[in-house]
């Protein structure tokens, strides 16, 4: 997808040569070959490379043709929020930015709107429904608020666009009748009053994971124990083992990972 919007920004004309070569391109730069041993029935699923050049192709049909027209590119993974351009919101005990990447911006008659692109194994009656109430995107509509005026722009901000791509193409013989679509989105709308609650409630969630590092002290949620994103949760053996037993479990079974980073600011040119 980002070479596909870069194109868009730049005026370059996409072919079906430069299709296959963006889908041969991505899929060497990020070792998918890898999957097929990771996730073998995901990777059967989605059709091998030839799957990748289909569904680039596919997309190109229905949608971008469609973007080509209609939207302007603004961005395309840009990052924001490092250099604390985005204020959420402070109390006594801590001080709060928003920090993100979105997969891309668009202006669509004079209304700026981020756009974020999401793969599902099928598209079904409740795909679209899925991205309200939202942590990630009112916090891309406020945070592109923010920076426009901050630069000087009087724009509208009040919407997401979710990209949606299904991983599986679509059977074209459904046994319902209908078939599918394999690309779909949603638009997820929130009003200030929205954004505002939005904003108190990641204050909060701020203040309590102030509170557990200033003590130490962390709250474990035992309801996701065996319901995290439809499987068990990646710390079920240490929830379940006793006190004392956890940092052998620990030192035995995890490593610390560095801090996770969205993106790299970009350094400023000195004169």
């Known amino acids: 997808m980002e070479a596909f919007y870069n194109s868009l920004r730049s005026g370059t004309e996409l072919s079906l040569q430069s299709i296959q070569d963006i889908a041969l391109s991505a899929w060497a730069t990020n070792n998918l070959d890898a999957c097929a041993a990771a996730e073998p029935d995901k990777f059967g699923q989605f059709g091998d490379l030839a799957g990748a050049v289909l569904m680039l192709q596919d997309y190109y049909q229905s949608q971008y043709l469609i973007d080509k027209h209609n939207w302007k590119v603004v961005a395309v993974e840009e990052g924001f929020g490092l250099k604390k351009e985005v204020f959420i919101g402070e109390t006594p005990r801590v001080v709060v930015y928003w920090v993100g990447r979105p997969d891309l911006v668009v202006s669509e008659n004079e209304r700026l709107t981020p756009v974020d692109h999401k793969t599902v194994s099928r598209v079904d009656g409740f795909t679209t429904s899925r991205y309200k109430p939202s942590t990630q995107m009112p916090g891309y509509v406020h945070s592109c608020e923010v ?104 030192a035995a079974d995890f490593a610390e990972g560095r801090p996770w980073k969205p993106y790299e600011p970009t350094k400023e040119v000195e004169d």
């Open 147 to 250: 920076i426009a005026k901050s630069l000087g722009f009087s724009v509208r901000v009040d919407r997401c666009v979710v990209n949606i791509c299904s991983r599986a193409r679509p059977s074209d013989n459904p046994r319902s009748g209908k078939r599918r679509p394999r690309f779909i989105r949603a638009y997820p709308n929130f009003t200030r009053e929205e954004i505002d609650e939005w904003r108190r409630d990641v204050v909060n969630k701020c203040e309590r994971i102030a509170h557990c590092l200033r003590t130490n002290e962390w709250n474990w949620s035992e309801t996701s124990c065996h319901n995290f994103y439809m499987r068990p949760c990646d710390y079920l053996k240490l929830h379940s083992a006793t006190p004392s037993a956890r940092d052998v479990i620990l």
